[in-house]
């Protein structure tokens, strides 16, 4: 499995990835920026930024991480109201 370095603890979990026939690591968004934030110092902003720019818009195989931003909704349309 690949893993993003320096985030073991925002693992939440790990799926099998039936399309490429391997293991995936599941880790929580909230839970990396949290790591930032007090690993390195850096504020909401800075940190959601640093994980979006090096870690989520990057490609390194189709057995990477899984990175999951959750949120709360009342139904299941409420995800489907911004497209």
Do not use: W
Not at 21 to 29: E, F, G, N, P
Not at 38 to 52: P, W
Request: aromatic residues 10%.
């Amino acid at each position: 499995m690949l893993k993003a370095d320096g985030l073991d603890r925002a693992v939440i979990g790990k799926t099998y990835d039936m399309a490429v026939q391997k293991y995936r690591l599941i880790y929580s968004v909230k839970k990396c920026i949290k790591i930032l934030m007090e690993r390195d110092g850096m504020d909401y902003s800075e940190a959601r930024e640093c994980l979006e720019f090096n870690t989520l818009c990057v490609y390194i195989d189709k057995a990477q991480p899984i990175f999951v931003d959750a949120e709360e909704f009342d139904k299941i349309e409420d995800l489907y109201e911004d497209e």
